[in-house]
């Protein structure tokens, strides 16, 4: 009895890690290796006739590598979101979220705070004028409520 537990627990599934590594470089040979020769078709139902649709998948382009600067306009458009001053991505509305605002604000703050003397001049420059438009930004917000 023992034995048949041991078999069915080694019957499951493989897990079997793909990710790629932020050090590990793929270059586009690796890739096409990668892809098979003939796309899967993608089968999708369409909702006012039932039928099913083929359709073929959209090709992904890797994302560029993200550098310091990317990282803290990343964080300030989060916050411009949670502002109210960009509309959210998913549904192109905007949301004032302020207390999510706050705490991007902070987190930017933060960041500041903990690399500062290791930036170089323009990123220096750049994460205290972000802060400071920010912080005027939530200020005037924050006032309106």
């Not at 990668?34 to 909702?47: G, H, Y």
């Not at 039928?51 to 306009?73: G, N, T």
């Not at 205290?128 to 409520?145: H, Q, Y």
Request: aromatic residues 4%.
């Amino acid at each position: 009895m023992a034995g048949d537990d041991k078999e069915k627990e080694n019957r499951g599934f493989k897990i079997q890690d793909k990710r790629i590594r932020f050090d590990e470089k793929i270059d586009e040979a690796t890739e096409k290796e990668k892809k098979p020769e003939s796309e899967p078709t993608i089968l999708s139902a369409d909702k006012n006739s039932g039928e099913k649709k083929s359709e073929q998948p959209q090709e992904q382009k890797p994302l560029p590598p993200i550098d310091f600067v990317q990282f803290v306009m990343s964080l300030a458009s989060s916050a411009m979101i949670h502002l109210g001053d960009m509309p959210h991505p998913a549904d192109n509305q905007f949301h004032p979220e302020l207390d999510a605002a706050q705490e991007t604000i902070d987190i930017l703050a933060m960041l500041e705070e903990k690399t500062r003397g290791n930036l170089s001049r323009e990123e220096a420059s750049l994460l205290t004028n972000v802060l400071a438009d920010l912080r005027i930004r939530f200020v005037e917000k924050k006032s309106k409520k």
